[in-house]
């Protein structure tokens, strides 16, 4: 067995995910439910991805290990702390009111073993949680950290669908979160409706960058949209036009000429046709 065969990637309660090495070589498949280590003790999961394609996903630093494949004795304590983080989920927001906090309690996760409840919670701006925090570590006697999140990690978390119909992309398989810029709904020539271009985080969708690649090569080609062209028309005469739009799929640009015609043309027409302080190239 190869080394990188023996990278596991997990995934937890809010999509967190993370790469583990499966040093004892035993048999998982995806799908599994496993127990794995933890910064301190251990936590449960359940097995997204094995094989070589993880060693593409994997970050830097060494991974920590797969324990052993859930028991129904594991099940059974996963289960009984699913029911005491929706406790926890309640006292915290009721906390929260008390000492008129200004942060939104998102989600709630036990590590496995008990060692450690994680709070997350979204907040505009830095917020003093200390007293919160002895009060819930004078309440369950572990290890508390409240971590704030933005609101696509809160999206991802909480999950849901996006407005083509599937799983949220950040809920189903985004490890980090990209930059994503309205120019890139301009590139691929989409509504600026943010109605439409906006996920349920209502940030603009991560989805806006997966073809971005594919759009900056086709554009080389082109004159940029607007340009002021002069085009040997199919009659044989030279007219004024502006390219006004880009079909990359057909690689045809439109040209809307100055008696309100329009024609499409190739790349190679329009990139004789483009002008230079009003001089054909």
Request: aromatic share 8%; net charge positive.
């Amino acid at each position: 067995m190869s080394k990188n065969s023996k990278l596991v990637e997990v995934v937890f309660k809010g999509e967190r995910r993370a790469i583990y090495r499966n040093r004892n070589e035993i048999d998982i498949n995806e799908g599994d439910t496993v127990v794995v280590e933890a910064e301190r003790g251990e936590d449960l999961g359940r097995v997204s991805l094995v094989g070589a394609l993880v060693k593409l996903k994997r970050g830097k630093g060494d991974a920590k290990g797969i324990v052993r494949i859930a028991g129904e004795k594991d099940l059974a304590q996963h289960n009984a702390n699913l029911a005491k983080e929706n406790d926890a989920y309640t006292v915290c927001r009721d906390k929260i009111k008390h000492y008129n906090l200004d942060m939104k309690l998102v989600d709630v996760e036990m590590q496995f073993d008990g060692s450690k409840i994680t709070f997350y919670f979204t907040a505009a701006q830095r917020v003093d949680f200390r007293e919160l925090v002895k009060d819930l570590a004078s309440v369950y006697r572990t290890r508390i950290e409240l971590r704030q999140i933005g609101v696509r990690d809160e999206a991802k978390r909480v999950s849901g669908f996006g407005v083509c119909g599937r799983k949220q992309c950040c809920s189903a398989f985004l490890n980090e979160f990209e930059q994503i810029t309205t120019q890139m709904a301009k590139d691929q020539e989409i509504s600026l409706n943010p109605a439409k271009i906006s996920g349920n985080c209502g940030r603009l969708l991560c989805c806006l960058r997966y073809e971005e690649e594919f759009y900056r090569i086709v554009f080389k080609d082109f004159p940029p949209i607007e340009s002021k062209l002069k085009i040997i028309g199919k009659d044989g005469k030279e007219k004024d036009g502006m390219l006004t739009f880009i079909n990359v799929f057909k690689s045809l640009g439109q040209v809307r000429f100055a008696d309100g015609t329009n024609e499409w043309l190739t790349t190679e027409e329009l990139t004789k046709g483009r002008m230079n302080n009003d001089k054909k190239e």
